[in-house]
């Protein structure tokens, strides 16, 4: 791959041509087909493919709407673009990487995901598709969206949980660790402002970045608007989300500042926290108990079969179908489990994924789990890991058990490892793209 990197954070503001920065920035609907065919014009070369004038006009159409609607002030012209360009060539990588890989998103499976996301809103399909019409979103466009996330997210999780091992060492610390009880029992909602280093960054660069970013967290503790400065100053990926992590246990947090939160109050800021080339800033939105510390449990089995480079989602829709008939005819589901069952921890153990509760599931497999009854096999069921079919074991109420307790641990640590892996995973790719501007 040619290693030659054009970096748009720092070079991209510069080189905007003047009749794109004016389209842009104004904003204007499209209302001329003239119009229309310059926004058709190449405005990057990433590797092997292209990101188009039209795609980032509609892009920062879509994000502005967003930020207007959270009654938040967009950031300078030159700085949005920035940000948008950047986040439309990362995925473009990514989507890039997938095609490379085999990875795919059939038609069945994204009509029951853009299905999924209509009845979320509670709307039927026609509601929705008429919902999108009246905000001028294209449905088509909108599926085509849906398409691009869904294949970047199984993209990310075959490349990434490689890159992830967990010990029982590593368990047993999480557990004894001392801010274990209170990271079960509290959740944080955490602001995240942060900064790169270029990779040929001088020691004064940094001094500078370091000091830059001091500024930055004093304004913060002055008052600034948070949300304001993360989309007008950060460059991680919450950057246009106002670098709102969402609601997290301390366990869930980056390791980097999973402590600090610990000794937080709402509405504190901490930072700059710098780390190899990057500088952080975090801020306590806001924390809330766990509520309850009896859980309800479900103990559940699961047969996993994977969609591959050689096996399509419907091939491997068809091979749980026939799975399920013949535990529906009397075979063993354990067995079966053991013969067949691609999840490799369970499979060994006839498929047993042990006492469980809800949240440590996706919800796809949340939900089956959670309308079956006690002996019950479901259907055949899709997730973003492949083709699932669960047997319902046992249900119970009660505290906490040790068994429960590990689960979670390894679940929280499987969490936060992740998202570190997919942090440095993508700054990888970067780095190894070639990147030219074309403005």
């Known amino acids: 791959m040619n290693n030659q990197i054009v970096k748009s954070n720092a070079a991209f503001p510069a080189q905007v041509g003047n009749w794109l920065a004016t389209l842009l920035l104004v904003l204007l609907p499209l209302q001329a087909a003239a119009e229309y065919q310059r926004l058709e014009a190449i405005v990057a070369v990433v590797d092997d493919d292209v990101v188009l004038a039209s795609e980032l006009m509609t ?9 207007a609607e959270n009654d938040l002030q967009p950031p300078p012209g030159d700085v949005l673009i920035n940000q948008i ?3 439309l060539i990362i995925e473009n990588i990514q989507l890039q990487e997938a095609e490379k890989r085999g990875v795919t998103v059939d038609d069945e499976s994204l009509a029951r995901a853009v299905g999924s996301f209509a009845s979320s809103n509670n709307m ?14 294209s449905y088509r466009q909108f599926r ?62 940094r001094e500078a970045a370091v000091v830059e970013a001091a500024g930055f967290a004093e304004e913060l503790r002055n008052g600034a608007d948070f949300a304001q400065m993360a989309i007008a100053k950060s460059s991680a990926s919450t950057a246009l989300e106002g670098g709102d992590l969402g609601w997290r246990r301390a366990g869930e947090l980056p390791t980097l500042f999973s402590d600090a939160v610990l000794d937080m109050q709402v509405e504190d800021v901490v930072g700059p926290i710098v780390t190899g080339s990057t500088i952080h800033i975090i801020k306590l939105l806001e924390q809330r108990g766990a509520g309850t510390e009896r859980l309800d449990q479900t103990n559940v089995s ?31 589901f354990a067995e079966l489990a053991k013969a067949f069952s691609e999840d490799p921890a369970s499979a060994l153990n006839g498929g047993v994924l042990g006492w469980s509760t809800p949240d440590q ?38 505290d906490m058990s040790d068994e429960a307790r590990r689960n979670m641990a390894m679940d929280l640590l499987f969490r936060r490892r992740f998202e570190e892996e997919r942090q440095e995973w993508l700054k990888e790719i970067r780095d190894e793209a070639f990147v030219e501007l074309r403005l």
């Open 59 to 67: 892009r920062l159409e879509t994000v502005r709407r967003s930020i």
């Open 85 to 87: 360009m950047e986040r």
């Open 124 to 137: 039927t399909m026609e509601e929705f598709q008429q919902n999108l019409a009246e905000d001028g979103t």
């Open 144 to 205: 085509e969206d849906i398409r691009a996330e869904l294949i970047i997210s199984r993209l990310q999780r075959a490349m990434i949980n490689r890159r992830i091992a967990i010990s029982e060492q590593d368990v047993q610390a999480l557990l004894n660790s001392p801010f274990y009880q209170q990271m079960f029992s509290d959740e944080y909602r955490v602001g995240h402002i942060m900064r790169s280093l270029e990779d040929d960054a001088t020691e004064a660069d």
């Open 302 to 332: 699961h047969i996993l079969i994977r969609p591959s480079e050689i096996v399509t989602s419907e091939q491997a829709r068809e091979q749980a179908q026939e799975i399920y008939q013949r535990i529906q005819d009397g075979e063993d």
């Open 361 to 398: 599931f996706v919800p796809q497999f949340a939900e089956v789990m959670s309308q079956s009854d006690v002996g019950e096999v479901s259907e055949p069921f899709e997730s973003e890991f492949g083709w699932h079919i669960l047997l319902v074991e046992d249900r119970r109420e009660q």
